[in-house]
């Protein structure tokens, strides 16, 4: 090998540095002290960021959801009622009286029907709230011990579920017992009477757009006229209903435009065939 003089700078032997070795193996910082309670008591014991401004996406999404399918039984119910008028009569007061009928009598009922169901919803919320606050009075140490494995079943060490569940009993027992072991929010209970007033006021502005259409156009254009508006109507209901179940809104259209038009096509004939017998 060649030798170096004292004046020459050393050779530089190349590092052989291997492709996929890290440098610098850095560590995730631990959790501080009581981090992992702390995120629990929190998830469990406040609302979600969200939920403060009037509930959360989800929850909103499904009222919205309802909101549409509610539109959409008021536009094919009532289409269905005065386009079967519509077969018997051109009387345009038959038209607006059978039309307003039919409008009045769906929301009362679609109203009566949410409230009825969701009073009973909530009657059962808070049966259930009341049981586990018995409970805790009357059994608080098998409480603590069902709230821990609950904790475990959601996959936290032993330890740190009996933790989480001695401070989240310390700060407020039965929210812990109602979100953990219930899945229920003692501050959002359901409200028949929101309930109520959203079937009513969708299933209103549902039905408005058949009774105009067949009210407004003189006589030759009435059927024509609504049968094009509430498929147009449905096509809407239809992709928004799918859009925000998250399914694919090809098929929901279909189904939606198809059991539209069969109403309107049934209604009419059976309307025909009453005008022409003058019943």
């Known amino acids: 090998m060649p030798s170096h003089g004292p004046g020459s700078p050393p050779r ?39 939920e403060a401004h009037g509930g959360s996406l989800g929850e909103r999404l499904n009222w919205l959801r309802a909101g549409v399918l509610g539109a959409n039984d008021g536009i094919v119910s009532t289409a269905g009622l005065v386009v079967g008028v519509a077969g018997a009569t051109d009387d345009r007061s038959a038209l607006l009286t059978a039309g307003l009928a039919g409008l009045l009598a769906g929301s009362l009922s679609m109203a009566a029907g949410e409230y009825v169901s969701v ?31 609950l904790l475990r079943r959601r996959g936290l060490s032993g330890d740190v579920a009996q933790e989480a569940a001695v401070q989240l009993t310390e700060r407020d027992a039965l929210r812990a ?27 209103t502005v549902g039905a408005l ?20 508006s509430v498929l147009a109507a449905l096509v809407l209901t239809g992709w928004s209903s799918a859009r925000l179940g998250a399914a694919a809104p090809g098929r929901a259209v279909v189904r939606n ?23």
Not at 179 to 196: C, F, K, Q, S, Y
Not at 210 to 224: G, T
Not at 266 to 279: E, M, P, R
Request: with cysteine.
């Open 177 to 203: 017992h109602a979100r953990v072991e219930l899945g229920i929010d003692p501050d959002r209970l359901t409200n028949p009477w929101h309930a109520a007033w959203a079937s009513f006021l969708a299933f």
């Open 119 to 149: 009073s009973t919803q909530r009657d059962s919320e808070k049966a259930a709230l009341a049981a586990e606050k018995r409970e805790l009075r009357e059994r608080p140490e098998e409480e603590l011990a069902e709230l821990a494995e």
């Open 12 to 50: 530089q032997v190349p590092s052989r540095s291997r492709p996929f070795e890290c440098r610098s193996r850095e560590r995730p910082s631990p959790l501080p002290r009581g981090g992992v309670r702390n995120v629990i008591l929190r998830d469990v014991t406040e609302p979600a960021h969200d």
């Open 257 to 279: 435009v198809v059991g539209g038009a069969l109403a309107m096509g049934i209604t009419y004939a059976v309307g025909n065939l009453l005008g022409a017998a003058g019943v």
């Open 209 to 228: 757009l058949p009774l105009v259409a067949i009210v407004l156009p003189p006589a030759s254009a009435r059927v024509p006229v609504t049968v094009a």
